[in-house]
């Protein structure tokens, strides 16, 4: 395909929206009244894809956002169950406390390691520039 064959798509946001949010593109096309056919054109177009993921990343930050928010009262419930008169609760509370300990305190761990790497990086990167 040449370059004056390509079809420069002007993607409109709530299209972009739609599919990030998991509509597939026929129903976000029908929604949106756009032809399916250019729909599934413009699903091709790198340039979509990556407003489609960024799109994505956004919703996800903002909903792990909205349940950071909540955390504290969550433990805090969770703690309380763990003292519950019924065996079976105050159980299951001390499993899913452990549990979810375990596995925060290794995600912070990996993010602290990832982090640390990558400033490790960025500062050889910027002596290999400066021939340092």
Excluded at 89 to 94: K, Q, Y
């Amino acid at each position: 395909m040449s370059d004056s064959d390509k079809t420069e798509f002007n993607f409109e946001p709530e299209f972009v929206i739609l599919v990030a949010s998991g509509l597939s593109i026929r129903a976000a096309a029908r929604q949106l009244g756009i032809p399916e056919a250019t729909a599934y054109r413009m699903s091709q177009e790198p340039e979509f894809r990556k407003l489609v993921s960024d799109a994505r990343h956004t919703m996800l930050s903002e909903g792990v956002g909205a349940m950071t928010a909540g955390i504290k009262s969550s433990i805090t419930k969770l703690l309380a169950l763990t003292a519950d008169k019924d065996k079976k609760i105050s159980l299951s509370a001390i499993r899913t406390h452990l549990s979810e300990m375990t596995r925060f305190t290794e995600l912070l761990e990996l993010s602290e390691r990832v982090q640390a790497l990558e400033e490790s990086m960025s500062q050889t990167q910027g002596q290999e520039r400066w021939g340092l």
